[in-house]
């Protein structure tokens, strides 16, 4: 599928790309200007440089990258963020430093990846009662933890 793409930052910053032949997400890279650096605790919203413009249908998912979780702590706070068909902005990440050290985002470094999936839009059917499952409501842990 051929997608448009447009760059907001005429420069050497690469352009979405999947790094290996099995990659399911492309990665971003950051198109900033000067270091930023993200604090412990703290949030950024990253510029990636450029503007995509996907066909109706599809959705743009916006999840962190596992390196830069596991050795840093960093991580994208609304993972997955998702970039809708109709959106015409510059794609921003939003970075929070969930370690204990400050971390520096140069220009040009690989910040996050983005996966383009197909979405489906649904109709409500509004009833006076839903079919019963064996789980029923039954959330947030309840079959245990083994």
Not at 8 to 20: A, F, G, Q, V
Not at 61 to 81: M, W
Not at 91 to 113: C, E, H, S, W, Y
């Amino acid at each position: 599928m051929k997608v448009n793409i447009q760059r907001t930052d005429k420069s050497d910053i690469d352009l979405p790309e999947y790094t290996t032949e099995g990659s399911a997400g492309m990665d971003i890279r950051a198109a900033v200007t000067s270091d930023v650096i993200i604090q412990p605790g703290d949030v950024e919203i990253i510029p990636a440089g450029f503007i995509i413009e996907l066909p109706q249908g599809y959705e743009a998912q916006i999840r962190p990258r596992s390196g830069l979780a596991a050795k840093y702590g960093i991580g994208v706070l609304n993972a997955p963020g998702t970039i809708d068909s109709d959106y015409r902005g510059e794609v921003k990440i939003i970075l929070m430093n969930f370690g204990k050290k400050p971390f520096t985002v140069r220009r040009g470094d690989r910040i996050a990846q983005m996966v383009v999936a197909p979405y489906t839009r649904v109709a409500w059917n509004e009833v006076d009662r839903v079919n019963e499952t064996d789980r029923g409501a039954g959330g947030f842990g309840h079959s245990g933890s083994q």
